[in-house]
């Protein structure tokens, strides 16, 4: 089980939401699935932090745009791309609080010897373009709480 299915699973159920994991092998299975998911009434994709969705991503926004199926990701790269939403960890700051490891490392420190780091800062995106073409009210008190609103 996923990390994003496994915190989906420890929610208090809501009767309202369905979460259904499904397995995809390829980009012509990734488009049978959002076709299938844009004939259900209320339904969206979760694209996880995964190898196979970022090589993927951009048949997933075609046919996501095609069947009006939005999209919720980690990466903020997913919402530039098309996207609805994205909550994640700000990548920039990662890069940049690498470079501390990469000086350090280049001045003779064990990589073994440092610390492992967990992200500090998190965003959340919002593609309002995206929201108005599938027809999706945005609450103006959630698109206050984003750090980025794409126009």
């Known amino acids: 089980m996923t990390p994003t299915l496994q915190a989906f699973k420890a929610m208090p159920q809501q009767p ?11 980009i012509a299975e990734t488009d049978s699935v959002i076709a299938k998911a844009g004939r ?8 996880p932090a995964d190898v196979f969705i970022v090589r993927a ?13 939005p999209v919720i990701s980690p ?17 920039g700051d990662i890069f940049r609080r690498s470079s501390f490891y ?3 490392i280049l001045k003779g420190a064990s990589p073994g010897d440092l610390p492992a780091q967990s992200p500090t800062k998190f965003e959340l995106v919002i593609n309002l373009k995206t ?11 959630f698109l206050e ?5 794409i126009e």
């Open 16 to 26: 309202s939401v369905e979460v259904n994991r499904v397995h995809v092998r390829s």
């Open 40 to 47: 259900e009434t209320r339904s969206g994709l979760i694209a």
């Open 57 to 69: 991503r951009e048949a997933i926004f075609k046919s996501a745009n095609q069947h009006k199926v």
């Open 75 to 91: 990466y903020r790269q997913f919402v530039v791309e098309g996207g609805l939403m994205s909550y994640g960890p700000n990548t």
């Open 102 to 104: 990469v000086d350090r």
């Open 131 to 141: 929201a108005r073409d599938f027809g999706l009210p945005i609450r103006d008190t």
């Open 145 to 149: 709480l984003a750090d980025e609103v």
